[in-house]
């Protein structure tokens, strides 16, 4: 739903709405249940219900933001059932390992444009501009001009917003490829000063301040130098390689 002013502030109340009141009835019918259980529910009836389609509507502004992140908050206080005014809502959703919901908007936008960009989306980038020469803080064939604009709706949309993001992902990320059969599963993204949820999600040694969430099936090429990604020693690669499991701290499974 977007109104006449381009924004998406009806859109927003009506799935805030919507994913409330499931979390309610889960609420209701799972109140005894053990804090695992109570966490898979609202991962699979709510929050589904606030991220679908959402790289198209991606909200921008606080207003909205708030709005979705507040379920997702009321949510961490039924998993831990801890309703306390004195506890810290973010000590809740990092020790549940729940990234903020405008993460991971941002994982699904960069996602739908990397596989637009390898030809595994029905999205073409074709009318994109790319710059005219290539310098060393760009990526050859991997970047994009940024689309400029005069109104604040088309520049938090999906295209001018995602090649802002797409642009700033280090070249080790955009670069990346996945093989055909693992393009459903594939993300090729970051996250700027995000700490690493659980699971396999790796963080590139040659940029600590980013994580790449690398989803699904392998193996992965990249060009250029060999380099490693890690997650608490329990993953590791080289350039053309598969990733090796080195221990059992990850819940992740890996063809």
């Keep these: 739903t977007i109104s006449s002013d381009l924004r998406w502030n009806e859109h927003v109340a009506t799935v805030v709405a919507k994913a409330s009141r ?6 209701r019918n799972l109140y005894g249940c053990t804090p695992d259980v109570k966490a898979k529910a609202y991962q699979s009836l709510v929050r589904p219900q606030l991220e679908y389609a959402v790289a198209a509507w991606d909200p921008y502004t606080l207003k909205n933001i708030q709005q979705l992140e507040s379920v997702q908050h009321r949510a961490a206080r039924f998993v831990k059932h801890d309703y306390r005014y004195t506890t810290s809502v973010t000590g809740l959703l990092k020790d ?6 405008a993460d991971r908007r941002r994982v699904a936008r960069l996602t739908l444009f990397h596989k637009a960009l390898h030809n595994q989306s029905v999205i073409k980038l074709d009318s994109l501009p790319r710059p005219s020469r290539v310098t060393r803080f760009s990526s050859a064939g991997m970047t994009f001009s940024i689309l400029q604009s005069h109104s604040e709706p088309y520049k938090q949309s999906f295209f001018p917003r995602t090649v802002r993001d797409w642009n700033a992902l280090p070249p080790q990320l955009n670069m990346l490829h ?15 000063d995000t700490p690493a949820p659980k699971g396999c999600v790796p963080s590139l040694d040659t940029t600590p301040k980013y994580h790449a969430f690398l989803v699904g099936c392998l193996p992965i090429r990249a060009p250029g130098p060999e380099y490693t990604l890690r997650y608490k020693n329990v993953w590791t690669a080289s350039t053309g390689e598969k990733l090796h499991k080195l221990s059992n701290n990850c819940d992740c499974t890996w063809n």
Excluded: Q
Aim: aromatic letters at 12%.
């Design 22 to 27: 499931t979390l309610n009835f889960v609420r």
């Design 96 to 101: 549940l390992g729940w990234p903020p919901l």
């Design 178 to 192: 996945l093989s055909p059969r693992s393009a459903t599963f594939s993300l090729i993204g970051s996250i700027r």
